[in-house]
C-alpha cells in the first residue's frame, strides 16, 4: 500500500521560505506526477502543483513565483519550497500522487502537515 | 482557470438515506471530473474518477453521473462513517481546481 508521509517545520515566520519533504513509501516514485495540494483553515483545496519523477515541473500560476518542487529518487522523496510567506499560507499542505496520465485523479494522499505563518 | 462549484455548500441527512451532490464546471471538461472524500485529521480519499468510474475498495453506495459541465455524486443507504466533506475535482487542465466542498452531517 502507497503511503505519502509530509515533514517539515509547523511554525514559519512571515517572509521567510518554508521546506516541506513528502517521503513515498510502499511504492515507486517513478512514473508518477506528485502533487503538492494546500487547504488554508475553513477554505477549500488548492492545487500548488506538480513534479513528474524525472524533474519537469508545472505550478499553479497563482503561486508560480514563489514556488519550487524538487525530487530525489533515490531516497523516495519530493520537497516544496514557497518563498516570502504570509498568513494567508497558512494552511494544512497535503502531498498527493497521480499517475502520469492525462486527466488521472490524485489517488493517493499523505494526512497533511498543518505549517502556520506568524511572527 | 476552470472554476468548480458544488452544491450545497453542507447537506443533513439520517442514516439509511440517499443523497445528491452536484459540481458545476465553468467550462466544458469532458468527463475529467473526480470525488473525494474527507474526513478532519485524515487524508483525503479517492472515490470516483472519470466522472462515474469507481475507485477501487469504493463501495458500490458511491456514484457518479454527467458530462461536459454538470456532475453529480450520489450516496445511498447512507451509514455513519459516510458523513464527512466531499469534494468534486476537474483534471481537464492544469491549474487543476476543486470545488469548496459539501459537509455531509447526520440528521
Known amino acids: 500500500q502507497v503511503q505519502l508521509q509530509e515533514s517539515g517545520p509547523g511554525l514559519v515566520k512571515p517572509s521567510e521560505t518554508l521546506s516541506l519533504t513528502c517521503t513515498v513509501s510502499g511504492g515507486s516514485i517513478s512514473g508518477y506526477y506528485w502533487s503538492w495540494i494546500r487547504q488554508p483553515p475553513g477554505k477549500g483545496l488548492e492545487w500548488i502543483g506538480y513534479?513528474?519523477?524525472?524533474?519537469?515541473?508545472n505550478y499553479n500560476p497563482s503561486l508560480k513565483s514563489r514556488v519550487t518542487l524538487s525530487v530525489d529518487t533515490s531516497k523516495k522523496q519530493f520537497s516544496l519550497k514557497v518563498t516570502s510567506l504570509t498568513a494567508a499560507d497558512t494552511a494544512v499542505y497535503h502531498c498527493?500522487?497521480?499517475?502520469?496520465?492525462?486527466?488521472?485523479?490524485?489517488?493517493?494522499w499523505g494526512q497533511g502537515t498543518l505549517v502556520t505563518v506568524s511572527s | 482557470d476552470i472554476q468548480m462549484t458544488q452544491s450545497p455548500s453542507s447537506l443533513s441527512a439520517s442514516v439509511g438515506g440517499r443523497v445528491t451532490i452536484t459540481c458545476r464546471a465553468s467550462?466544458?471538461?469532458?468527463?475529467?471530473l473526480n470525488w473525494y472524500q474527507h474526513k478532519p485529521g485524515k487524508a483525503p480519499k479517492l472515490l470516483i474518477y472519470?466522472?462515474?468510474s469507481l475507485q477501487s475498495g469504493v463501495p458500490s453506495k458511491f456514484s457518479g453521473s454527467g458530462s461536459g459541465t454538470d456532475f453529480t455524486l450520489t450516496i445511498s443507504s447512507l451509514q455513519p462513517e459516510d458523513f464527512a466533506t466531499y469534494y468534486c475535482q476537474q483534471s481537464y487542465s492544469t491549474p487543476y481546481t476543486f470545488g469548496q466542498g459539501t459537509k455531509l452531517e447526520i440528521k
Open positions: 498527493v500522487r497521480s499517475r502520469a496520465v492525462a486527466g488521472d485523479p490524485f489517488d493517493y
Open positions: 513534479i513528474y519523477y524525472s524533474g519537469s515541473t
Open positions: 472519470a466522472t462515474s
Open positions: 467550462q466544458s471538461i469532458s468527463s475529467y
